[in-house]
């Protein structure tokens, strides 16, 4: 299993300019999450899916959106990049209840830095 | 409003034992999380509380008190490797992580 994998890893966008970060999971969960995670700060949720076809907006989903058109993958689109968006941007996937192990444990891709200059 | 309240940094020496509080105030309360965050890396799950009391796994414990809205994660036989921010993290009634900003912690030989 390679768990969660999130491309590119690092990326040096123009403002004005967009762009996709991509997050794949071969866990067969049902859940999954974008957040951004800005230094000395906790991370903060930006859009969450809870199945293929279901998305909702988390804490800070302006400026951007998600798809989830199959379980295995769930994008993150970034329109008009304004510096405000540089960030470390980290893909996670959970199954949403029990399934023998901790409920709704996260797991995280290896992240996204972005920089919009 | 929702708030997980943890200290900023932490030092602490090679084979001791250091403990990080988290405090929380959050809209329900569906178990708490504490992950570890190595530089430049992914936060990686380290213990799960949901009911009060101490849960113990290997060198590292995570106590929980509902009813005081407190945390602790107690790491014993400090190692250099241990040198990570530690994330608090609380699910609320909606099933969403609510996230401290993390505890650094630096491991002095």
């Known amino acids: 299993n390679a768990g969660v994998t999130q491309t590119p890893k690092f990326r040096i966008l123009k403002i004005g300019q967009s762009m996709t970060l991509q997050c794949t999971q071969d866990?067969?969960?049902?859940?999954m999450y974008w957040y951004r995670q800005d230094p000395g700060m906790g991370l903060k949720l930006i859009y969450y899916s809870v199945g293929a076809g279901i998305t909702d907006k988390g804490e800070v989903p302006n400026g951007y959106n998600v798809s989830r058109s199959t379980t295995e993958d769930f994008p993150l689109r970034l329109e008009l990049a304004a510096p405000s968006q540089t960030s470390v941007y980290f893909c996670a996937s959970s199954y949403g209840g029990t399934s023998g192990g901790v409920p709704y444990e996260q797991y995280f891709g290896p992240g996204t830095r972005l920089t919009v200059t | 409003g929702q708030n997980i309240d943890q200290p900023t940094e932490m030092t602490a020496t090679e084979g001791a034992i250091v403990q990080i509080n988290c405090t929380y105030q959050?809209?329900?309360?569906?178990?708490l999380f504490w992950y570890q965050q190595h530089a430049g890396e992914a936060p990686t799950f380290l213990s799960y509380n949901v009911l009060d009391g101490l849960e113990e796994k290997g060198r590292f414990s995570s106590f929980l008190s509902r009813s005081k809205g407190y945390s602790y994660l107690l790491l014993k036989e400090l190692q250099m490797k241990d040198s990570a921010s530690y994330l608090c993290a609380v699910m609320d009634s909606n099933y969403q992580l609510i996230w401290g900003a993390g505890t650094k912690l630096i491991i002095k030989p």
């Open positions: 959050t809209s329900g309360f569906n178990g």
């Open positions: 866990m067969n969960h049902n859940y």
